[in-house]
């Protein structure tokens, strides 16, 4: 390969065609561009006129120089340039490939591999015999196995990287078993460790040593800690440069028990800081689903930190029986519980049914006697399914018949009537202290302080199961703490109260380290080293150095000791590890580590993995000459009149065509965009009170509904405070209806039934409060139920429609009286009754009252035939439209159509208001006028 | 050429246009209203046209007595001229005829025969006789007369450039040449001092592509008339666009020169243009009174 600068070229030779390159500049130079042939009538006045300039025939310089540099470009693409070609290291004798194999290489561990082969392949090339280490992986009989590059090339894939840090002494014990003469490259994670500087010596003591390093930044989580409310984490890197930013991710079970991530929080490094710190103020639901803390985008066991039950705390929910006095707040029977509790886990109060629906671990009652059924049995399951009902006694239960003669579930033993009392003013005796407790008991090994004593409790009855029930028992026997299983959960009672009142007991730390052993609080998040002497603890999961969690059923247990010892090995790989009753994570990092770069001494060369790529350049080199030509071709025709003029369209369109280098990407799918005319609708609609009529396809009929509505409004806008816009026809099929207080509905007899959706709307519209006023126009032909065409159409209209029963409009209708007192209904046509929502049958008239306390709503539709439109109808000047009845007798019956509309706009909008009894003396007072 | 199957064919695909050319040409006549139609002067016919005192040349037998009685003086009852006028037609069928730069495809020999027949059926239903130049077709009137013409101005001439042919006017006739007279100007000079010598007069109607009024062409570029006769290279045509237009210019007012010294009128016609203008100037053309 023959290098130029940092580019190779893998054909060199055919960079001599670049001599041809004057050659071809004289011979486009020479040869002016081909003309075009046209038929040209005109061509007779042309004879004899010569053209002006006789440079033209030249290829202009400028074009010369795009066809030459394609060409020249051109012959450079075939030349195979290479960036960065992979340059041999050469060197000779055996080599020793070494890599750290840390979970801090995982990250870029193909990359590493891909860098090993190279190594290999290249030692293959000169016959030189390879030995391949990882220094998580030593080899067991020391030394290094020097064999053919084959053969380690077939181990390569074995190489795999750990989740723990290569352990100090046995790298320095390897180093001392080295023998012979070696160059080494040394894969190293770029983290500083004590054994470096040894190892490195002992390597340069051999030979050459040439170390590699991924210039990426090495991150790493601490172990999550729960302090003031928040998961806090600290974030930790190793080159503490520019301010940088990453997201850490909180990884668990959702409810429906997959894996997702829960939250995710941005934590960020101030230039020059190597730690960060992130806080997740999450609700105690989902921060006890968490199961660990991901740096998102490293793949590395360091970015993950697991999360185990130190991280978890219990909700605990608190019910007191009977109503808390207040002010008295160390009377409370909760208060100590809360005091004890609030520290370590998170409690709940209030109604025990929305307290079960949260699902507590632990519930408890403090002095509940007696739930409701349901209660008992909601709260039943709910310790069967797992629950722990945690009871206290006190007044409440000592007086009540519960458990009294047989057991109840929901208490672990029987209760004696009254309970007793024990050192008070009236009663024989000391008070009681308690006695020590047995080792079966789950308190066992809690001093006991001398101070708490006992002066009243709640007794057992004896039962054949008292004994095996009792964990903690005062100093003459009788049972104190009593506990039972119940399916999957227990109920425990404490004998006592939960506050001062009977005991001491809730004054003193027994009190606290008892809840916690119950686990109704959480443990503190280390255990020390002697509680962990002699336990074992088996593995549940562990971390791949990848950042993977895998199962871990096959791997042996570990001792308390090495679990106290911390930092993971290979005999203890970073993971969850199980004991008795609670979980330890043991994280790559504990809370103390920190994250520095390896300072490699300046005599050491170090190679970073990036320059190692080669770029091939064959394919750009030689698009960039497609794109000249294209250009050329463009400034051809340009130059020769071919983009201009006639026939120049076809040849624009096809270099158009030609030009268009790629097609768009497909775009995502749209969301379908809002529909502007249904929002021009609503906004038009909603920003006034709008009268609505249907639109029934007829136009005079739309056309006199609109006029009417238009009068209508008019009126109500001079005589009432309601002002209302312009009318608006509505399309039954295609407008929304919610935002109108009354659709005046003319019925034809050629109107299309609505559709389904249409009838949805309608009904949707009905229920929601919204008013409809059919009108069949025809009351000077038929009387209501007669079969007038409109009439039948009404019917088949009103099938679809969710309509009460109906009765003719009553004397004492609301309708009567919400702004006119009327009492008949006028339109163009006069004197047939209209038809409203039926008042409920129970509606009696009271002694007195001139009318009955009638039904709440506003009657969903009003149905008639008194053509009220045609009455109502003005055009835009105030005109009236139509003629009513004859002289003044028509104009009062016109004032009467209005004054229906104005009633009836009135009751759409007030509703009932005027059958409030209030207003019973002054509409008294204007009847009786 | 002898084989009647190919003179049969031929002959199909020469009377093909034919039926549509005569049916546009009519349509396009009858946009032209016959008002300012008949001599409007004295003259033989059978129209009354005016009376007028008798004067001392007029035959006693001319006198109209009727008239006479009436007043003092004698009067004699002119009637209205209507001899028929004689007009020779030329539509230039030359090669270069057929060019054209137009997306319709209307060539320029196209448009010529249109407006010459259509001029032809507005002469003939005018009473005219309209015959061809040369000795092709003589003036008649009749409507069969126009069939012939468009049988006549159907057929193509091989020559690049047409030439009209100034034989075959009778005295004092009209005429009326069509073409892009893009050729050699001396025929057509000859022709029209040799009708003017006869007392014809008449209309030169130039009719021009769009192209050849606006020269739009660049770049380097062989021009070749119709039949490939006559080329020019050059190098730059839009170079060339200026002096081009400069020589058609000074060929327009060349022919309008010719014309008015001959007593004819001259117009020029674009192809892209409506062909009812061109007829509506013809026709006002021909009408004028000597």
Known sequence: MWMLGPIGFAAPWLLLGLVVLPLLWLILKAVPPAPIRRRFPGVALLLGLTDSETQTDRTPWWLLLLRILAVALVILGFAGPVLNPQAETGGSGPLLVLTDGSWADARDWERRADRIEAALDEAGRLGRPVALVALTDLPPDGGATFQAADAAAARLPALQPEAWAPDADAVTAWAETLEGGFDTLWLSDGLARPWREPLLGALEARGAVTVFESPRPVRALRPARFEEGEVRLTALRAVTGSAAEADVAAIGLDPAGAERQLARETVAWDSGEDAAEVAFDLPPELRNRITRFELSGIRSAGAVTLADDALQRREVALIAGGAEPEGLELLDPLHYLREALEPTADVLEGDLNDLLLANPDVLVFADVATLADTEAVAVREWVEAGGMLLRFAGPRLAASDVSRTEESPLLPVRLRAGGRSIGGAMSWGEPKTLAPFAEDSPFFGLPLPDDVVVNAQVMAQPDPSLAARVIAQLADGTPLVTRKPLGDGQVVLFHVTANAEWSSLPLSGLFVDMLERLAVSTRPPQLTEAELAGTTWAPEEVLTAFGRIEEADTLPGVTGERLAAGGPGPDMPPGLYAGDDRRIAVNVLDAEATLAPMEWPARVPVVGLEVLRETVLKGWVLAAALALLLADVLASLALSGRLRGPRAAPAALALTLALAAAPDAPRAQDAPPPDPAADALALEATQEVVLAHVLTGNRQVDDTAEAGLRGLSDVLYRRTSIEPAAPLGVDLETDELAFFPLLYWPVTEDQPIPSADAYARLNRYLRSGGMILFDTRDADLAGFGSSSPEGRKLQALARGLDIPPLEPLPADHVLTRTFYLLQDFPGRHAGREIWVEAAPPGAEQVEGMPFRDLNDGVTPVVIGGNDWAAAWATDEAGNRLFPVGRGMTGERQREMAYRFGVNLVMHVLTGNYKSDQVHVPALLDRLGQ | ?290
């Not at chain 2, 007595?65 to 001899?83: C, L, N, P, T, Y």
């Not at chain 2, 050849?212 to 730059?236: N, V, W």
């Open chain 2, 1 to 290: 050429m002898s084989d009647p199957l190919l003179l049969r064919q031929g002959a199909e695909e020469l009377a093909a246009p034919f039926p549509p050319l005569l049916a546009e040409a009519e349509h396009l006549a009858t946009t032209v209203l016959l008002g300012e139609h008949g001599r409007r002067r004295p003259g033989q016919g059978d129209d009354f046209w005016q009376f007028r005192p008798a004067l001392p040349f007029d035959e006693s037998r001319s006198i109209d007595w009727r008239r006479s009685g009436r007043a003092d003086g004698a009067f004699v009852r002119e009637k209205e001229w209507q001899i028929a006028q004689s007009v020779i037609l030329w539509v230039d069928q030359a090669a270069s005829m057929s060019f054209t730069s137009l997306k319709s495809g209307e060539t320029k020999a196209r448009r010529a025969r249109l407006l010459g027949l259509a001029a032809a059926v507005l002469l003939i239903r005018g009473g005219e006789r309209v015959g061809m130049t040369g000795l092709r077709l003589p003036p008649r009137a009749g409507e069969g007369q126009l069939a012939r013409i468009a049988a006549l101005l159907s057929e193509d001439e091989p020559a690049d450039y047409g030439a009209p042919d100034a034989g075959g006017m009778l005295p004092h006739s009209r005429a009326l040449f069509v073409s892009d007279f893009l050729g050699d100007l001396a025929p057509v000079e000859a022709a029209l001092t040799r009708a003017a010598d006869r007392g014809v007069r008449g209309a030169l109607l130039q009719v021009l592509d769009p192209q050849e009024e606006a020269f739009p062409f660049d770049g380097r570029t062989i021009f070749e008339s119709m039949t490939g006769s006559l080329r020019h290279e050059t190098l730059k045509a839009g170079e060339l666009r200026d002096r081009y237009l400069v020589r058609l210019a000074e060929r327009k007012d060349w022919l309008a020169a010719l014309a008015a010294t001959t007593g004819w009128q001259f117009s020029a016609h674009h192809t892209g243009d409506s062909a009812a203008a061109a007829l509506l100037w013809l026709y006002g053309a021909l009408e004028r009174r000597g």
